[in-house]
């Protein structure tokens, strides 16, 4: 689908460290303000328990599953979108990513110093989605110039966008970012075409010490990020980038070992990668057979013959139907065979909204 989400936050809150484990491409990570220079980007897979099963059922010669891309992004500072440290650069690098995963120091270490001298999550989280605010302000006012101009001539199309811009003047005025407010689809058509950055939408990665994996929920300044976010109708996913970073150096079962004595079940960035697919609204579907099981991405709401183009562009082009069963028919059932007898395989056509889970086998004639 060649969405991604960017990796955001102050200097030394973990960013860098964080996509290590992600990736395991080994992104420069240093002590200091600006090592992540050019923004990073690293392929991940995407977990999924289901692909598993698949490939126990179905015992194909290979299985491929579906990835998201991650981008690291230099750290940011307060007055960045006045060009302070390296404002334009991080601007201009989160313009290119579809969400944004803003990591934010929930621990203590004398070893590992804060650019303002202490670990205030609150003070960090607002120095960063205030300068998005101040950069998306900028983006408005001056096409609120252009535009108020034409719209005082009565011109039905710039009255229009001129009425969305001045709500989002009031909005960005009020220190809140675009994705607070409610826009119809005629009025997102406008708002896209703006660039902003805060309609991104907002992932919070808590970032917090090994001694707090196992109960984050202890730690004080876990708790004040979660209420924060709230407000900001966003997520929270608490990771130790440090002990994420150890886990991705561990293949499969020593990782399900090592998960078990920190008393975890998921780790950290299994949980990250799945709440940044979802805040995209990316779901799965697959496709099934003796040669090979897999896994593909697609925007939830896409019709079949639009998911048949994501596996080749004759499938859509000539598509035909599409042979569907959902993922727990198929599993109830316990086999293709059994499934069809069943008849939970259904022949869907052109109109079909493609659900998440569906095993699906195309038809098409080219």
């Known amino acids: 689908m060649g969405l991604t989400a960017g990796i955001v936050g102050l200097p030394n809150v973990g960013k860098s460290t964080l996509f290590n484990a992600i990736t395991k491409a080994g992104a420069e990570s240093a002590n200091y303000p600006f090592c992540t220079i050019e923004p990073n980007v690293g392929i991940v897979e995407v977990p999924d328990e289901r692909l598993k099963v698949l490939t126990e059922m179905f015992k194909p010669q290979r299985t491929v599953p579906t990835v998201f891309e991650f981008t690291d992004i230099a750290g940011i500072v307060k007055g960045a979108s006045k060009g302070e440290g390296l404002g334009n650069k991080f601007l201009s690098h989160i313009r290119q990513v579809d969400a944004i995963c803003q990591v934010v120091r929930c621990f203590t270490d004398e070893n590992i110093t804060h650019v303002a001298g202490r670990v205030d999550p609150l003070a960090d989280i607002e120095t960063i989605n205030l300068e998005l605010i101040f950069a998306d302000l900028e983006t408005v006012d001056k096409r609120i110039d252009r535009v108020g101009k034409i719209a005082k001539q009565k011109d039905k199309d710039a009255v229009f966008e001129y009425d969305i811009l001045v709500r989002l003047k009031e909005t960005f005025e009020a220190g809140k970012p675009a994705r607070t407010l409610s826009f119809t689809e005629e009025e997102m058509k406008v708002v896209k075409q703006l660039h902003l950055l805060t309609i991104k939408p907002m992932l919070y990665v808590a970032n917090v010490g090994e001694e707090d994996v196992a ?128 008849g939970k395989i259904r022949l869907e056509g052109k109109d079909y909204e493609v659900q998440d889970g569906d095993i699906i086998y195309f038809r098409f004639n080219v």
């Open 215 to 342: 109960n984050p929920d202890a730690n004080p300044f876990v708790k004040q990020v979660c209420e924060f976010a709230k407000s900001d109708n966003a997520e929270v996913i608490v990771v130790c980038a440090k002990i994420e970073e150890e886990i991705a150096q561990l293949d499969d079962e020593e990782k399900e070992l090592f998960l078990q004595e920190l008393g975890i079940q998921q780790s950290g960035l299994d949980q990250l990668i799945r709440a940044s697919y979802n805040l995209l609204g990316l779901a799965t579907f697959f496709t099934a057979g003796e040669q090979e099981v897999r896994a593909w991405t697609f925007r939830r709401g896409m019709k079949a013959p639009e998911c048949a183009g994501i596996i080749h562009s004759d499938f859509e082009r000539g598509f035909i139907r599409a042979e569907t069963v959902s993922y727990e028919d198929l599993i109830a059932a316990g086999s293709m065979a059994a499934a069809r007898e069943a």
